[in-house]
């Protein structure tokens, strides 16, 4: 009898110890469902480059879309300008007037190794990486007035895209690489083309008294944002407008503001823009949804931050702002 007690009571101390455990196990996989909720909540972050004169000149920085500390990535007396990165996220072309005039350069994603790609006594500006990774276009006025041309990046050998005898600039890549659409004034207004980069087959996209700059394909290669200015002289401003890549049809607002917007940029998903916004007589930087809404300020520097340019391959920052000296930001806003 007392064998049995014994047993019994064993069993009873194993079937308790077996349900605290299978309790411990059922509230440690409670607070790691918790967790993965909690994470799978957070904004989703995504590395953003763009050019800012805080520091007392123009230097290309590193942030995210939910508004991590930026960190200088060029750190050179010169003006940096314009960043773009490469498809496979490791590198990012900008354009510099560190040596006296404004050539395309190249640096790894960390800011190392900086090197000098285009040697014309010209400007040659504003970068845009083809989705191969093989070339970059950019905007030139090496015959006297802007055209786009194309840099071969392994040979270097640059070739003239267009010929036009007014001014086409700040090409960027359809998602295919079969094209590129920039802005230009062929017809005395900007307006916004595209252009076959193996046929030069060039297609007029819009057609209003006003400017249409500063063009950008989505990642789906359907659509095209871009920044026009629609109203009367005296109260023109600039306000972001989408519209379809195939033809320009289906042309509609995204904002509607005093004050200018402009240089917009899909989000590797497409699904939000970013764009540079006027306020207080400088630019600032905003993001919204790609259907104009949920507007919201990523940096307020209390200086100029400009011409936002997005990571395309990782949701992973090449640097870690936090492990690096930087000096005092404004207000970083996060959604």
């Known amino acids: 009898m007392v064998n049995f007690d014994i047993q ?17 196990v059922f509230f440690l996989m409670l607070a790691l469902l918790f967790r993965i909720d909690s994470a799978f909540s957070q904004p ?20 995210d879309s939910v508004g991590k500390l930026p960190v200088n990535l060029t750190l050179n007396p010169g003006a940096d300008y314009y960043p773009t990165w490469s498809p496979d996220g490791t590198e990012i072309a900008f354009f510099s007037r560190r040596d006296a005039n404004h050539e395309i350069y190249v640096m790894r994603a960390d800011g190392t190794h900086q090197r000098r790609l285009t040697y014309h006594p ?10 191969d990774g093989e070339r970059l276009a950019f905007s030139s006025n090496r ?13 270097g050998v640059v070739e003239n895209l267009t010929a036009n005898v007014f001014e086409d600039e700040v090409p960027t890549w359809s998602p295919d690489g079969k094209s590129l659409v920039f802005h230009s004034k062929r017809q005395l207004n900007w307006d916004i083309y595209t252009i076959n980069v193996n046929t030069r087959e060039e297609q007029r996209l819009t057609h209003q008294p006003l400017m249409d700059t500063y063009p950008e394909w989505s990642p789906d290669g359907k659509r095209i944002v871009y920044s026009s200015m629609r109203q009367n002289v005296d109260q ?5 407008y989408l519209m379809d890549a195939a033809d320009g049809g289906n042309k509609k607002p995204l904002t509607d503001t005093p004050t200018d917007e402009a240089v917009p940029a899909w989000s590797p998903d497409g699904s939000l823009i970013a764009f540079q916004y006027e306020e207080d ?3 600032v930087i905003h993001l919204m949804n790609a259907d104009g809404s949920g ?22 920052l090449p ?3 936090l492990l690096l000296q930087y000096q005092q930001w404004g207000n970083l806003k996060t959604p």
């Open 8 to 24: 019994m009571q064993n069993k009873v101390l194993t079937k308790n110890a077996n349900s605290i455990s299978i309790a411990s």
């Open 44 to 63: 989703h972050s995504v590395p953003i480059a763009f050019a800012s004169d805080i520091n007392g000149d123009w230097e290309i920085y590193l942030t």
């Open 122 to 131: 010209a400007t040659d500006k504003a970068p845009s990486w083809a989705p």
């Open 143 to 155: 015959t006297g007035h802007f055209n786009i041309y194309l840099l071969a990046l392994e040979s």
């Open 236 to 240: 023109a401003d600039f306000d972001l």
């Open 281 to 283: 007589g400088r630019w």
């Open 295 to 316: 507007r919201r300020e990523l940096i307020d520097n209390g200086a100029w931050a400009t011409q936002p340019k997005w990571k395309l391959s990782s949701t992973i």
């Open 319 to 321: 640097i870690e702002p």
